[in-house]
Structure formats: C-alpha cells, structure tokens
C-alpha cells in the first residue's frame, strides 16, 4: 500500500489552520490542531508546521497503523483521530467494520476492515462521528464547521476509495 500521508496531513491542515485559542472550545490552545490539553509541555504558540506534521506522524499516523489501512478508510480515521481523539476513531472503525472496539488497530481490526465493503464502512463510520458531533454541547457553537468538514470528507472518500 502506497503511504498517502503526505497528502492527507494537507488536508488536515487546512482544517486545523493556525494558533486558535477559543475559550469555548474544551481543547483549549491550538495551533494546527495540536491541543495544549493533548500536549501540556509543548509551548503551543511557538509550534512550527513542521513540528505538527511530525507529532501527526508519530503519534497519530504511525501509532495507529493507518498506513495499513485502504487509502479512503485512512484518511477518513486519521481526520477523526485528529479532531476527536485516536480511540474515538479507531473504536468508530471497528463498530463500523464489525470487529471487537478496543480502540487498538492490530490484526483482527485490519481482517474486519479489508472484508468489509468499503463504502458501507465509510458510511457507518461517518455517520458514528455526526452522532457524535451531534452529542456534544458545543454542536450549537461549531457544529456547522464539523458537519462540513464531514461534508468534505465524504467527497474525499468518494475519491480515494475509487
């Protein structure tokens, strides 16, 4: 499997954007979506592009296997790892593809996820994170942001699952 990493972090980034510190956002100070609350040693105002991508490859890309993963379903649990934490994403998977959700991609997740039919699992999958969206109290605040960055996901999808 080719390693599209490169490609998905840009599109990433362009949701996660510059230093943000939103009082009524729960994941506090950000800067390219890499949380003060997720990293408390990291001085997060000083935080480079390239010091993001890295910690989104080590921690996120990396850590979870993605790259093991079809290219759509990929991006699609790297995204949500990022805005939702990567045990929320990788547990979404699994319910999606019909494996054990221990929030650990290993071999029974990777088995469940290449049997199942891609599109149903995309779709199960992002319907997991509006539900979830939907569930929190700041929806109200900036959930028209989320429901289109899910929007633009599912174009992504359509995409790369081609």
Do not use: C
Not at 113 to 130: I, M, P, S
């Amino acid at each position: 499997m080719t390693d599209r990493f490169h490609i998905f972090i840009e599109r990433v980034l362009a949701h996660e954007g510059g230093y943000v510190f939103d009082k009524r956002d729960p994941g506090g100070e950000t800067k390219w979506g890499i949380s003060k609350r997720s990293y408390p040693a990291l001085n997060i105002k000083a935080l480079t592009r390239d010091q993001a991508v890295a910690i989104y490859r080590r921690d996120f890309w990396d850590a979870q296997q993605l790259g093991k993963l079809p290219q759509a379903v990929a991006f699609q649990v790297f995204d949500a790892g990022v805005n939702h934490g990567t045990g929320n994403a990788v547990r979404w998977l699994q319910a999606a593809a019909g494996a054990a959700a221990d929030g650990l991609i290993g071999p029974r997740t990777l088995a469940a996820v290449r049997a199942a039919d891609q599109n149903d699992l995309l779709l199960r999958f992002n319907a997991a994170r509006l539900d979830f969206y939907a569930s929190l109290s700041t929806f109200a605040t900036f959930g028209r942001g989320w429901v289109r960055r899910v929007a633009g996901n599912l174009r992504h999808a359509a995409g790369d699952n081609a």
